[in-house]
């Protein structure tokens, strides 16, 4: 089972460079999000998508965007990356209903310089 | 708005001391709870949940957490830790319209690095 996976692991940019941060999870979950993880800073929700055709801001939407391209996939798009987005960032999807929990993937480790 | 306090950012302790992780939360609604552990280089995994019921609750590798609605706390505790717990700890926080709406709809508190030396 490859759960959710997350491409690439690390990536390098320079400010003003654009990129997208795919996920695909194999699990048939409806929902999918993405977070960002600083240091002394937790995990702050980027972005999510409740079910296949939907999107919503999470705590920190600005400078990214997001498409569920189907059930099985979720991108992170920023579209002129910034150093403050040097950040690791974390994929995850969930089933429908209150006893689901979150599956993460392993993560991309973004610099940009 | 909800807020999540853990009150330590790093706890050292022995092999097989006992351990405690300290959790507030701050919210005007119920709310439901969670325990996040991230090992290196991973993503987080589910430790354990208060979702209603009974306010203790536990996971498979020994842990517990009680809700205390008193004190707004969620503690995490482990009466003998073992090196392979050596991890960071995340608490985290969630209310009916943001959870029922999407179990990933959670305000995480900023993290505890467990260490657990021999």
């Known amino acids: 089972n490859a759960g959710v996976t997350q491409t690439p692991k690390f990536q390098v940019l320079k400010t003003g460079q654009s990129m997208t941060l795919q996920c695909a999870q194999d699990?048939?979950?409806?929902?999918m999000y993405w977070y960002r993880q600083d240091p002394g800073m937790g995990l702050r929700l980027i972005y999510y998508?409740?079910?296949?055709?939907?999107?919503d801001k999470g705590e920190v939407p600005n400078g990214y965007n997001v498409s569920r391209l189907n059930k099985r996939e979720f991108s992170l798009r920023l579209e002129s990356a910034a150093p403050s987005q040097t950040s690791v960032y974390f994929c995850?999807?969930?089933?429908?209903?209150?006893?689901?929990?979150?599956?993460f993937g392993s993560g991309t480790q973004l610099s940009v310089l | 708005a909800q807020s999540v306090t853990q009150l330590d950012s790093q706890v050292p302790v022995f092999e097989e001391a006992p351990v405690e992780l300290r959790c507030n939360y701050s919210?005007?609604?119920?709310?439901?709870l969670f325990w996040y552990v991230q090992y290196p280089n991973q993503g987080l995994q589910l430790l354990l949940k208060?979702?209603?019921?009974?306010?203790l609750v536990k996971s498979i590798n020994g842990f517990e957490a009680e809700f205390n609605k008193s004190q707004t706390s969620f503690h995490l505790r482990k009466p003998s830790v073992h090196i392979s717990d050596t991890a960071e700890y995340f608490c985290?926080?969630?209310?009916?319209?943001?959870?029922?709406?999407?179990?990933?709809?959670?305000?995480f508190g900023k993290g505890t690095k467990l260490s657990v030396k021999p």
């Open positions: 998508s409740a079910s296949e055709g939907t999107t």
């Open positions: 919210s005007s609604v119920s709310v439901y």
């Open positions: 699990m048939n979950h409806n929902s």
């Open positions: 208060y979702l209603s019921g009974s306010t």
């Open positions: 985290a926080v969630s209310d009916l319209k943001n959870y029922g709406g999407s179990q990933g709809n959670l305000i």
């Open positions: 995850a999807s969930s089933g429908t209903g209150f006893n689901e929990k979150l599956f």
